[in-house]
């Protein structure tokens, strides 16, 4: 960024995107590892931010505190289940295997930004978190529930579907109103909502697709995959915006991004 006085350089936002933690190949290791599909810190440097990624941490709390010091913005990516023992339920036999250390982490890393009024977009598992973390609970598997695969056809494709985005909120002011072709790619979904949350987007089925936090600060969930449209920035963007905004305030108003946006496993 080079120096120079105060208001002669912008700062694009720093954006934090949670990881995986897996087994995982690579030549002729066969490691534990974090990553992250690249489809998503792409999505963010399109939009004007800077992505820096979250691994699992030992201690979640004590390093949540220190890493949202540095973040403007937060992306709680897609992955494998939510423990339903976080909300109280039995695991149904159809729910994946645990993933505690991740758990604790975003857990750790959502409270706190929320505390710290950092602007937060919640994808697919992320929303799912968000709502358990808000003291909601999930429908485990949707097939049985609500009698229907057309949220996850599997093999690794991305299913499309038809959500309708809720008039007046703050999805609505940056998809638009009306119905929106998303892509999916889970088999849970959201069923008692958590507090201080208002849906914002469903389904023909009555199936919750996003939420947005009543509250003072940013959060919006999708239970899609936005990252997967390359054509369609603008929930990265609506992030990367608003975590500008959140950096002018820490850093002053001259401060924001130089790149205005124009208004399952793996996923």
């Not at 505190?65 to 494998?80: E, M, N, Q, R």
């Not at 093999?155 to 999805?171: C, E, I, P």
């Amino acid at each position: 960024m080079g120096s120079g006085t105060a208001g002669s350089h912008r700062r694009a936002p720093v954006i934090g995107l949670t990881t995986y933690l897996e087994q995982a190949k690579q030549g002729v290791w066969d490691v534990r590892a974090a990553f992250l599909p690249h489809v998503y810190f792409d999505a963010v440097a399109a939009s004007g931010g800077v992505a820096v990624l979250l691994p699992p941490q030992p201690n979640p709390e004590l390093a949540a505190s220190v890493v949202l010091d540095g973040l403007d913005g937060l992306i709680l990516t897609g992955g494998l289940d939510v423990q339903p023992e976080l909300y109280g339920a039995e695991r149904h036999p159809r729910t994946d295997p645990p993933r505690p250390e991740r758990d604790a982490w975003e857990l750790s890393l959502f409270r706190g930004a929320d505390e710290r009024r950092i602007p937060v977009l919640a994808i697919c598992r992320g929303l799912q978190l968000v709502n358990v973390a808000r003291g909601g609970t999930l429908q485990q598997h949707l097939p049985e529930s609500l009698g229907t695969e057309r949220y996850r056809v599997g093999g690794g494709v991305f299913a499309s579907n038809t959500v309708a985005v809720h008039d007046g909120t703050a999805l609505a002011d940056i998809v638009g109103e009306g119905d929106l072709v998303v892509h999916s790619y889970h088999h849970q979904g959201v069923d008692r909502l958590g507090d201080g949350l208002v849906v914002t987007a469903r389904t023909d089925d009555g199936l919750v697709q996003a939420v947005e936090s009543t509250e003072a600060g940013y959060v919006l969930g999708v239970q899609w995959h936005p990252e997967q449209d390359t054509e369609d920035r603008r929930l990265f963007a609506g992030l990367v915006a608003q975590a500008s905004i959140h950096a002018a305030s820490r850093y002053g108003a001259a401060r924001p991004s130089e790149h205005e946006p124009t208004s399952e496993a793996m996923p």
